[in-house]
């Protein structure tokens, strides 16, 4: 076998190799070697209790999102069922006029759905803050352009209403319009959020930084590692 043949075939065992290293460094090797991610929101002690190094420790409340329903881009009824046992990243977005904060948030989310194409743990979430412009008929072209597969990257309109209640006290991100000039303006913050499969708030990131967005992309595979880990602690394998 030539040089260049065998330099290859290196390389490409060294990429299949690594997401499976990455897993057992993190989940087995990683029992005391990583942070689990912190919980945003609101939270409260429970009646519970959990047993560490032999002392009671009560049991911790956390944040979770209400459950809601929205339509995606094909018009199908969307609810936390359709995301069962699924890490969510989502963002906020309009389709109407030239925002480039949009559309770069729109890149870095196709790039996330290229990385994670196959892992069938990890589902993507645009939703929409115009409701009154974006319905199906709009979303559906628009997420045609994106390449944005319902299944994989659900782009969620509904009542304008409930989108904005859900936003502002369940993602606790700020979210109101204003009038600019005769002209509809949105006001909000342009973040990812990180959900975990119990659909609470594990970690913001500015869309427009792009440490923040890399942080975002280690602290995915980090959450992934968390929840395969505590499945396995839940069959009693650890």
Do not use: C
Request: aromatic share 12%; no cysteine; charged share 25%.
């Amino acid at each position: 076998m030539k040089l260049a043949s065998i330099k290859k075939v290196l390389i490409l065992v060294a990429i299949l190799a690594v997401p499976g290293f990455l897993y057992y460094e993190l989940v087995h090797q990683g029992k005391n070697r990583y942070k689990k991610l912190p919980f945003f929101g609101p939270k409260q002690v429970a009646a519970t209790f959990h047993t560490f190094h032999g002392k009671h420790i009560p049991d911790t409340i956390y944040h979770q999102l209400p459950d809601f329903k929205f339509i995606n881009q094909l018009a199908d009824t969307v609810s936390w069922k359709s995301f069962r046992g699924r890490i969510i990243v989502m963002n906020l977005f309009y389709t109407k006029g030239n925002n480039f904060a949009v559309e770069n948030a729109n890149k870095a989310m196709r790039s996330y759905v290229d990385t994670y194409s196959r892992n069938v743990m990890i589902r993507f979430v645009g939703l929409s803050i115009d409701p009154v412009t974006d319905h199906p008929a709009v979303l559906k072209p628009y997420a045609e352009k994106l390449n944005a597969k319902a299944g994989k990257w659900d782009l969620l309109t509904g009542d304008s209403i409930a989108v904005y209640n859900w936003v502002n006290k369940g993602l606790f991100i700020d979210l109101h319009q204003d009038t600019e000039h005769g002209e509809k303006k949105f006001i909000y913050s342009n973040l990812f959020v990180l959900l975990d499969q119990q659909h609470r708030i594990r970690g913001y990131y500015d869309a427009t930084n792009q440490e923040a967005l890399a942080k975002l992309e280690d602290e995915v595979k980090v959450l992934v590692a968390e929840e395969l880990r505590a499945r396995t602690a839940k069959d009693g394998d650890i």
